[in-house]
T-cell receptor
Framework: NAGVTQTPKFQVLKTGQSMTLQCAQD?????MYWYRQDPGMGLRLIYY???????DKGEVPNGYNVSRLNKREFSLRLESAAPSQTSVYFC?????????????FGPGTRLTVT | AQSVTQPDIHITVSEGASLELRCNYS??????LFWYVQSPGQGLQLLLK??????LVQGIKGFEAEFKRSQSSFNLRKPSVHWSDAAEYFC????????????FGQGTELSVKP
């Protein structure tokens, strides 16, 4: 099993450009998440999807959109990139079963906006 | 404000010494609690979690954590640190106990001296 995969691994954008970060999981999890990681701030939730067909905002959703394409895939789109969106982006998935769960994380996408 | 606090940004310990990383949270009820580790350039890996029951939790790689309700703390410990433990450690909280949105602390970077 690959777990959670993310593409691309690295990306450089100019201000105003758009791009989509892709995430896929092969664990049949219902819930998926997008976080951003900035130095000294830990990880902050951007958007999450509790199940296929549903999405909801997290702590820092401004400037982002998401699509839960199917149960496996959850993409994050930057419509007009800004330097403040320079960050490392992590996708995660989880399944709440028998009163327990953990979130499994992908390897991350390092994005630089110039 | 509700938050998760890791008071130590950076800790250096000698190989073979004991380790304690602190985590405090400010949520009214007892949330689900997690510790994750991140090696440089990697995603996050779960070390251990607490949902209920025994307040001393054993995890992978020889780590343990103790939940103290009276102190709103969930400190991570290891009796003898190995050089391979050098990494960044994140405490995380699910304040709604819904198997969903995690709130992360700022992280503690651990360096290990030979």
């Amino acid at each position: 099993n690959a777990g959670v995969t993310q593409t691309p691994k690295f990306q450089v954008l100019k201000t105003g450009q758009s791009m989509t970060l892709q995430c896929a999981q092969d664990m049949n999890h219902n819930s998926m998440y997008w976080y951003r990681q900035d130095p000294g701030m830990g990880l902050r939730l951007i958007y999450y999807s509790a199940s296929e067909g549903t999405t909801d905002k997290g702590e820092v959703p401004n400037g982002y959109n998401v699509s839960r394409l199917n149960k496996r895939e959850f993409s994050l789109r930057l419509e007009s990139a800004a330097p403040s969106q320079t960050s490392v982006y992590f996708c995660a998935s989880s399944e709440f079963e028998s009163g327990s769960y953990e979130q499994y994380f992908g390897p991350g996408t390092r994005l630089t906006v110039t | 404000a509700q938050s998760v606090t890791q008071p130590d940004i950076h800790i250096t310990v000698s190989e073979g010494a004991s380790l304690e990383l602190r985590c405090n949270y400010s949520y009214g009820a007892t949330p689900y609690l997690f510790w994750y580790v991140q090696s440089p350039g990697q995603g996050l890996q779960l070390l251990l979690k607490y949902f209920s029951g025994d307040t001393l939790v054993q995890g992978i790689k020889g780590f343990e954590a103790e939940f103290k309700r009276s102190q709103s703390s969930f400190n991570l410990r290891k009796p003898s640190v190995h050089w391979s433990d050098a990494a960044e450690y994140f405490c995380a909280v699910d304040p709604y106990n819904q198997g969903g949105k995690l709130i992360f602390g700022q992280g503690t970077e651990l360096s290990v001296k030979p």
